[in-house]
């Protein structure tokens, strides 16, 4: 396995992972799964992070699965799909659930599991040449990557069966109106503007962020009841920190917070 395939990089609070197996569209081998997996822990776990951006190499953000290492793999392909849907599972369960927001870059297209992954931003930026499909049913799979429980919740359940059951690409500008991502923009202003967002976010309140997080995640399965007793927990908790304390003292000094 080579640290080349996942590459990470820090600007001040800020850690981008790029996908980097250009010539292969990005796609998710064994080894590539492995080390994405070895980088998300080690981002999420580093307190010295305070935002996450992930994005790809080249003019695909992610094809998903390298369908051609499921036909080669020793253990045939259930075996090898049941390790490497583990493997991408756990770098999205940490992803999900880092104290830490994330950003997502999608320079261009995303199908199968690089749909999944695309889609798990808190901010979601396309360029235009960015396109989305599920991809699943044109090879005999079904979906991976937790796009069956992610994609319902941003788009709705009637597009996310037509995008998942019929494997229409949907374009950047389609995918902007019908919140498969946050907005487009330019191509070559698709990494200042990712790091824009993810340095604003950063300088915020990171702990009070991820109680947000936590919540609108917890929403989908609340009743009303459940997710405001939710609420005045985050917010009792939060209220007790050092972060509500900058916040409120700042506020009374007329000033604006310092959180980092």
Known sequence: MSDDLVLVERRGAVAIVTLNRPAAGNTLDMPTATRLEQVVASVAGDASVRCVVVTGTGKLFCGGGDVGSFGRASEG??????????????????????????????????????????????????????????????????????????????????????????????????????????????????????????????????????????????????????QLDLEVVRIADAGAGAEAAEGIAAFAERRPPRFT
């Open 77 to 226: 392909p259930s075996a090898f799909l049941f390790a490497l849907a583990g493997s991408v599972h756990r770098s999205v369960l940490a992803l999900a659930r880092m104290g830490k927001p994330l950003v997502t870059l999608v320079n261009g297209p995303a199908a199968g599991a690089g749909l999944s992954l695309a889609i798990l931003g808190d901010v979601a930026l396309a360029a235009p040449s960015a396109h989305f499909t599920a991809a699943y049913g044109m090879v005999g799979l079904t979906p991976d990557g937790g796009m069956s429980w992610t994609l319902p919740r941003v788009v709705g359940l009637r597009r996310a069966q037509e995008i998942i059951l019929t494997n229409r690409r949907i374009g950047a500008d389609e995918a902007a109106q019908i919140g498969l991502v946050t907005r487009v923009v330019a191509a070559e202003a698709l990494l200042d503007e990712g790091l824009a967002v993810a340095e604003r976010l950063a300088q915020g309140p990171v702990g009070a962020i991820a109680g947000a997080r936590a919540l609108l995640a917890a929403s989908m399965q609340n009743d009303l009841a459940t």
